[in-house]
């Protein structure tokens, strides 16, 4: 982790502490703000999640979704009929339905409640998962050798012997570079493929403490009953599956934010993460380049292809 990253997290335990907090000048009470400006405004923003679209990998026991255009529910008078689907010229706006076979569909975060039913769900997660600190431990040249490769505890010792011990509540990556196979969509689920050895969820889990961890493929495991995924869910921990990106952030000193859809009492979650690295880090964009508001503007009006999906008419 770069000195000024440290710093900043170290800030938000003991300089910001609510007494210290109360202690200081009121020009200077400005809390959590002086970790964004000096650490995470210039720092570099890596997305490490695959947009989910009608065709993709996913499980062929719950197929692909469909996406298609939001019609009217009910009638208003004077301006839509029920059925009636909405439009920018006619209503002014335009809206998406979703029919989406699973909650186990793209990057997502796998709540113990998928396999448990004593399991927490994934409205059941605290905040607290917001923010980690993230580890990346490599295994892509090993894969690309034998694409059955799955982690083990010696490749997390040899990640420790070079970056240090893993930090207790961070989230760990396995990076495998399996996702760049994401476009050839039946390959990508079929076995063989990269996993996570069951001594090794152990051993981060039970040993280091971990908050969760991820991979790239859609499965833990090729076992022959996901021992991997089993013994996680089924001890009450949770795991992050088809991340992507692993390759552009760095192995140590990097954050991860984690965000979700909430359904109430939902069984897997449409994930969200962004790696958050150093500033010298030569991959991502700060806020500077990417800043957010105002969006970039399409390239040529919105219009749905063939399987619904909203595309810049005439972009390549």
Not at 165 to 191: C, H, L, Q
Not at 278 to 295: I, N, Q, R, Y
């Amino acid at each position: 982790m770069s000195k000024s990253l440290l710093a900043a997290v170290l800030l938000t335990g003991t300089l910001f502490s609510p007494a210290a907090f109360a202690q200081q000048p009121a020009q200077q009470q400005t809390g959590l703000w002086s970790v964004y400006e000096q650490s995470l405004k210039g720092a570099k923003h890596i997305d490490l999640t695959h947009a989910f679209a009608p065709v993709q990998p996913v499980w062929p026991g719950f197929g692909q979704a469909e996406f298609k255009p939001t019609t009217a529910g009910a009638d208003i008078q004077g301006y839509v009929k029920k059925g009636e689907e909405y439009t920018y010229d006619k209503h002014g706006f335009v809206a998406t339905s979703y029919d989406l076979t699973t909650d186990q569909y793209g990057t997502q975060l796998d709540p113990p409640a998928h396999w448990d039913e004593y399991g927490a769900t994934i409205s059941d997660l605290p905040p607290t998962y917001a923010v980690r600190p993230l580890v990346v431990i490599p295994i892509h040249e090993k894969v690309a050798a034998d694409p059955n490769y799955h982690l083990s505890v010696q490749d997390i010792r040899d990640w420790e012997s070079r970056n240090g011990r893993i930090p207790e509540g961070s989230v760990v990556m396995v990076r495998s570079d399996w996702y760049k196979g994401w476009n050839d969509t039946a390959r990508f689920a079929a076995k063989p493929h990269p996993g996570v050895s069951l001594d090794a969820l152990k051993f981060l889990h039970l040993e280091r403490k971990i908050l969760f961890h991820g991979h790239e493929p859609l499965d833990t495991d090729t076992t022959p009953t996901l021992e991997g995924e089993s013994w996680l869910l089924h001890n009450h921990f949770a795991q992050a599956e088809g991340v992507a990106n692993l390759d552009k952030v760095p192995e140590a000193g990097a954050l991860i934010t984690i965000g979700f859809a909430k359904p109430l009492g939902g069984t897997g979650g449409y994930a969200r993460y962004v790696a958050i690295a150093p500033s010298d880090w030569p991959h991502g964009v700060t806020v500077a380049e990417a800043p957010g508001a105002p969006l970039p503007k399409q390239p040529g009006p919105l219009r749905r292809d063939e399987k619904g999906v909203m595309r810049p008419q005439g972009a390549k």
